[in-house]
């Protein structure tokens, strides 16, 4: 097995075993808190850890502990390559495919790609209540200072850890001998599944095929880091804005008028950047490709 091959196959398996590894961290870190929790009461630890994640300390600490797992993988995998991380992971933008007018676009694109699909898939899967649900509740149960922290944690830390696994270890690494699609799809459905609402998931993988998109053709992964930040910011602070408007979701009667003038606005500029970015992107020299003789018959 050639080395290209090689590095290839490691990264497609250390991406499905990453799911399971960081889904074992977090079940022993969240038993451990429960017990400590439980100690010197007649409370099970499962009923008094499902209640401290129900506080806003609580839901902090659930944010660390789910990017935490996952940034462990990710260091182990690292160290494993035995490569600089700067190189392995893509952390530099490519001078010879990077177009700086780019940002706005990609950011606004990236929008709109979660909208659309969102508008074709919601009515058939469900819209990831259960998951949703949690992470805007934990931004309406805290305060304004520690929401706006939340919504930064929830902005900064998975566009760091998740891209860094999923597309700068996983994505780049299966480059090496795989085809861009194969590559592509299947960085996006591990990452889709790695999260825990399995409709939730299902909505997540076209923007996590854009994601790796960007990525291949930038050749870097910086600019997927910057969509996954804006589209993490922008849902995380309309949460937020929702929560601090008083409105009920359950009495759509009161609907503010903010809500559905910033909605379609928000709907038209992402559709106008992704045509926009997409339009660039495809206009940038071709990205490095597998070896002829490493290329898969998925092609």
């Known amino acids: 097995m050639s080395e290209s091959r090689r590095s290839a196959s490691t990264a497609l398996a250390i991406g499905f075993l990453s799911i399971p590894i960081a889904m074992l961290l977090a079940q022993i870190a969240l038993h451990a808190i429960g ?47 035995g490569e600089p991380p700067r190189l392995r992971l893509g952390l530099r933008l490519d001078r010879e495919r990077w177009n700086h007018g780019l940002w706005i676009p990609l950011a606004l694109g990236t929008l709109g790609v979660k909208l659309i699909s969102g508008f074709f898939l919601v ?16 931004i309406a149960n805290a305060g304004l200072a520690a929401a706006i922290v939340l919504v930064i944690l929830m ?14 270890f996983v994505l780049r ?3 090496r001998a795989y085809a861009p699609a194969f590559a592509i799809t299947m960085s996006a459905l591990l990452f889709a599944f790695a999260h825990p609402d399995p409709s939730y998931a299902v909505l997540l993988v076209p923007l996590a095929w854009w994601l790796g998109w ?15 930040f804006t589209n ?8 937020l804005a929702i929560s601090q408007s008083g409105f009920d979701p359950s009495k759509p009667e009161e609907i503010p008028t903010w809500l559905p003038v910033t909605s379609t606005a ?26 002829p003789d490493q290329r898969t018959s998925r092609e």
């Open 232 to 239: 993490n910011l922008v849902g995380a602070g309309f949460g």
């Open 155 to 168: 902005s900064v830390l998975p566009a760091l850890i998740e891209e860094g696994l999923f597309r700068g």
């Open 266 to 291: 928000l709907l038209v500029l992402g559709v106008l950047g992704f045509f926009r970015a997409k339009s660039v992107l495809q206009s940038l020299p071709e990205p490095p490709g597998p070896e």
């Open 123 to 138: 009515p058939i899967f469900g819209s990831g209540e259960e998951y949703s649900d949690a992470l805007h509740g934990g």
């Open 214 to 228: 960007v990525c291949w053709r930038t050749n870097s992964l910086v600019p997927a880091m910057w969509c996954h």
């Open 173 to 175: 690494g299966m480059l």
């Open 35 to 81: 017990l400590y929790l439980a100690r010197g009461t007649d409370t099970h630890p499962a009923e008094a850890a499902e209640a401290f994640f129900a506080t806003t300390p609580g839901f902090f600490v659930a944010i660390l502990l789910g990017q935490g797992a996952f940034a462990i993988v990710l260091a182990l995998a690292i160290w494993h390559a």
